[in-house]
Structure formats: C-alpha cells, structure tokens
C-alpha cells in the first residue's frame, strides 16, 4: 500500500469536512434561536435530532484525524532506501572495474603453429610442408581486465572520461600482458589506443575465435581522435593514427576519416578512407584504403552485417594482408587487395543465438611485386584467402556464456612449395568457449 499516497488523500477532505462541520454548526445555532421563538415543541425535537446528526459527524472527523496522524508517523519513520555506493579514487574519479575470464580450446583437422591458439589463415603452411594436423590446443589468454572512469574538468557539467584494458595476448606467442583500450576523452576529442577510426570491428559477423577472420579486420592504434555530430543520426570522425608499420621508416602518422549515418533504427552504414607515406630507404610511396560496412537488422532478432576494404600498399589496417611494400633497387612496390566479410546472426531466443560467416580477401598480382619478392616469400605471399564458419552461443544466465563454432579456410599462395607444387593451405577447426563475464 503507498501510505504517502494514503496521507494526501486523506488530508484535504479532513479540512473540509471541519469547515463543513463549523458552518452547520453557526447554521443551526442560528436556526435554534429563531425556532425557539417562533415554533412548537415539535419543531425543538426535530432542531435536537439536527444537533445530534452534527455531533456524529464531529465525532467521525475526529477519528479521520487521528488516524491520519498514525500514518504520517509510520511514513516518517520508514527510512529511505540507501544509495548505491559509487567508487572514487582520491581525485574525485569515478570508476568502475569489468572484465572476464575466458576459456578457449580447439581441435584442429588442419592448421597452422601449435604455439597460436587463434585464426592464422594467411599463413598456415602449404599442403605437405609442416602442416599441423589432429591437434588439441587451449589457452586463457583473452581473459581481459578493464576501467571505465570519468572525472570532473573545470565548471559545470563537462567531465573527462576515459577506459583502460588489458589481457594476455600479447608477444608472438599470445602469453604476455598488453594493453588493449588505454584512452581518454573530453568533449568531443579523444586520446589513447583504441579501435582504429579506419578498421572498425562494429560490420563484422560474431565469431567464437578472438581475432578477425578473413575479410574483416580487429586492429587498436594510438591515435587522436575528433567528432563532429552532424545530427542524431550523422557524425565524422577524423583522425591521426600510428599504425606501427614495421616494415617502413614512418615519419608521418596515418590520416583517416570515417562517416557514419543511421537511415533507420534497423539500418546502419559507416564509410571510411585512409591515406598514409611509406618510406624504405629513400623511395617513398603513398598508401591509401577505403571502406564501407552495413549493419542491418531484417527482422527483430535476426541481423545481417558486411564489411568491404579495397586497400594499396599497406599491410597494418586490414588483417591477414600480405606485406603492404617491398623495394627493389631505386623502385618501391605495393600490394594491393579487395577484402569483404558478411554474416547473419540469428537470435532464438534470450538464451541462444547463432551466426553463419563468410571471408573472402583477392589480391591484386602486381608483376614488380612480385618479383621483388624472394623465393621463400613468395610461397608466403597471398593470390585469395577465404574462410567460412558456422556457431552458437548459449548464455543460461547473463554472466556467463558458452560458444561452439566450425570454421574451414583455405589460403592461396603466389608461388608453389617445394617438393611437392601445392600451392594451397588448409585451416579447419572446431572451436570452443566458455566465458564469465563480471
């Protein structure tokens, strides 16, 4: 029952009823001084009936009162629900700590090196030189560990916020600490590492496997990062970024630009450029690269994403890329390559949902290329890489959640292995996950 509710309703018809009951009061004494003069005995006892009538009434106002004052008392000693406990560092900052703990293993028909648990399709050996087949593998090295902060800056309202996580997949062999999202924020710029403004990870199709299959990219740069909200519904983001091209003298960061826009709230699309200098010694070449991915909700529950790059000379943005420049005397050459993915995610239910794949990378077979390339790599140089992969995920309570996938690829190479002539690569895999997340 709301006994505040309770209170105000009878409060006011109390005052009322009082008011009501003065008046009649002064109206009958009124009446009885004219009736006395002026009526029978009769009329007396009728006047003595009234004045009763208003004593009852007096009396039930009473009661009303008093028990509006017992309520009132228990509303005021019922004490307020506690507020939630927020946690603060001694600057004034708010925080929150989240992560999970993840679990992977993987039975492997056909693949690439035992010492990497996840997706390494461009490189898996050629067909009779060092495959590794009917293998086992697991690890806990995508548990992750993150900070989400915000503080206040200055007057008013404005606060800088900012987000800091790690997990363990660090070093060639994905055993070592990394930092994953080390950034700040304030208005509508940003500092720190976070995902690249030009390969974004939002177009690409669930998988249970932590890194991107082919076709679609998972990389986070340092960058500084700004927003313009054109509308609710339309933003650009530019921004400068350090990809971390090994294989090149950078002198100059990376420039990218990435437009969003919302047609509904089903249907989302997000075009991005980049453009970046590559140096090897003296020869210097610009890189450049577009993009385009879709998300687009057929139906509730069911969700269809895509993601297309078409990139030149650069190997850092776009995962699975063969090397983005080679040089060869005074020349410098670049790679070239189309890539898309594309998946359906279907929800059952609250509880289970599932996704179908497809990845696909073409590159383009550039004769100086090529043939700047040394024998061994060019039997690690990429014509097409493919993979397809089907999963379900079941969550029997929101913390946690449990993946099952099969994923088959193969890769291409420019140049046959020897001895035996293959030229193609296999990775099939069933992969599994468990995951709690807190």
Same mark, same amino acid.
């Given at each position: 029952?709301?006994?505040?509710?309770?209170?105000?309703?009878?409060?006011?018809?109390?005052?009322?009823?009082?008011?009501?009951?003065?008046?009649?009061?002064?109206?009958?004494?009124?009446?009885?001084?004219?009736?006395?003069?002026?009526?029978?005995?009769?009329?007396?006892?009728?006047?003595?009936?009234?004045?009763?009538?208003?004593?009852?009434?007096?009396?039930?106002?009473?009661?009303?009162?008093?028990?509006?004052?017992?309520?009132?008392?228990?509303? &005021?000693? /019922?004490?307020?629900?506690?507020?939630?406990?927020?946690?603060?560092?001694?600057?004034?900052?708010?925080?929150?700590?989240?992560?999970?703990?993840?679990?992977?293993?993987?039975?492997?028909?056909?693949?690439?090196?035992?010492?990497?648990?996840?997706?390494?399709?461009?490189?898996?050996?050629? $067909?009779?030189?060092?495959?590794?087949?009917?293998?086992?593998?697991?690890?806990?090295?995508? /548990?992750?560990?993150?900070?989400?902060?915000?503080?206040?800056?200055? &007057?008013?309202?404005?606060?800088?916020?900012?987000?800091?996580?790690?997990?363990?997949?660090?070093?060639?062999?994905?055993?070592?600490?990394?930092?994953?999202?080390?950034?700040?924020?304030?208005?509508?710029?940003?500092?720190?590492?976070?995902?690249?403004?030009?390969?974004?990870?939002?177009?690409?199709?669930?998988?249970?496997?932590?890194?991107?299959?082919?076709?679609?990219?998972?990389?986070?740069?340092?960058?500084?990062?700004?927003?313009?909200?054109?509308?609710?519904?339309?933003?650009?983001?530019?921004?400068?970024?350090?990809?971390?091209?090994?294989?090149?003298?950078?002198?100059?960061?990376?420039?990218?630009?990435?437009?969003?826009?919302?047609?509904?709230?089903?249907?989302?699309?997000?075009?991005?450029?980049?453009?970046?200098?590559?140096?090897?010694? $003296?020869?210097?070449?610009?890189?450049?690269?577009?993009?385009?991915? &879709?998300?687009?909700?057929?139906?509730?529950?069911?969700?269809?994403?895509?993601?297309?790059?078409?990139?030149?000379?650069?190997?850092?943005?776009?995962?699975?890329?063969?090397?983005?420049?080679?040089?060869?005397?005074?020349?410098?050459?670049?790679?070239?390559?189309?890539?898309?993915?594309?998946?359906?995610?279907?929800?059952?239910?609250?509880?289970?949902?599932?996704?179908?794949?497809?990845?696909?990378?073409?590159?383009?077979?550039?004769?100086?290329?090529?043939?700047?390339?040394?024998?061994?790599?060019?039997?690690?140089?990429?014509?097409?890489?493919?993979?397809?992969? &089907?999963?379900?995920?079941?969550?029997?309570?929101?913390?946690?959640?449990?993946?099952? $996938?099969?994923?088959?690829?193969?890769?291409?190479?420019?140049?046959?292995?020897?001895?035996?002539?293959?030229?193609?690569?296999?990775?099939?895999?069933?992969?599994?996950?468990?995951?709690?997340?807190?």
């Amino acid at each position: 029952m709301n006994t505040t509710l309770f209170t105000t309703t009878i409060n006011k018809p109390t005052r009322k009823h009082t008011l009501l009951m003065s008046m009649i009061a002064i109206s009958m004494g009124s009446m009885s001084l004219s009736v006395q003069a002026q009526t029978t005995q009769s009329s007396q006892q009728e006047i003595e009936q009234l004045r009763q009538e208003v004593q009852a009434l007096r009396a039930l106002v009473e009661q009303q009162q008093r028990q509006t004052a017992v309520v009132t008392a228990h509303v &005021a000693a /019922t004490p307020a629900p506690a507020s939630k406990p927020v946690m603060k560092i001694a600057s004034g900052a708010e925080f929150n700590l989240y992560g999970n703990i993840r679990a992977d293993a993987s039975y492997q028909a056909e693949g690439g090196s035992s010492a990497r648990m996840y997706n390494q399709i461009n490189t898996v050996p050629l $067909e009779g030189v060092g495959e590794r087949s009917d293998e086992f593998k697991s690890t806990l090295s995508a /548990t992750r560990l993150g900070m989400d902060f915000k503080a206040p800056v200055g &007057a008013g309202d404005k606060a800088l916020s900012g987000k800091i996580e790690v997990d363990f997949l660090g070093g060639d062999k994905f055993d070592n600490l990394r930092i994953r999202h080390a950034y700040m924020s304030y208005a509508n710029w940003l500092i720190g590492q976070t995902w690249s403004n030009f390969a974004v990870p939002d177009y690409l199709p669930e998988t249970v496997d932590a890194l991107a299959y082919a076709g679609g990219s998972v990389k986070r740069f340092a960058q500084v990062r700004h927003t313009t909200a054109f509308s609710p519904t339309t933003n650009l983001v530019l921004a400068v970024e350090d990809p971390k091209d090994g294989t090149i003298k950078q002198r100059l960061p990376a420039l990218t630009a990435r437009l969003n826009h919302k047609f509904a709230d089903n249907f989302a699309v997000s075009a991005r450029a980049m453009g970046h200098e590559k140096r090897i010694k $003296e020869n210097e070449e610009m890189a450049w690269g577009v993009g385009l991915g &879709a998300k687009y909700d057929i139906v509730p529950g069911t969700t269809l994403k895509a993601d297309y790059y078409h990139v030149k000379g650069d190997s850092s943005f776009v995962s699975n890329a063969n090397t983005g420049v080679v040089v060869a005397g005074s020349d410098l050459y670049q790679s070239e390559f189309d890539s898309i993915s594309v998946g359906l995610t279907q929800q059952f239910n609250d509880k289970l949902r599932g996704t179908l794949g497809y990845g696909y990378m073409s590159f383009d077979q550039d004769a100086g290329y090529i043939d700047a390339l040394s024998a061994d790599d060019k039997t690690k140089t990429n014509k097409d890489l493919w993979q397809a992969w &089907a999963n379900v995920f079941y969550s029997p309570t929101k913390p946690l959640s449990f993946g099952l $996938e099969y994923v088959y690829g193969e890769r291409e190479a420019v140049a046959a292995a020897t001895p035996n002539g293959s030229t193609k690569g296999e990775d099939n895999r069933i992969n599994a996950v468990a995951i709690y997340n807190f």
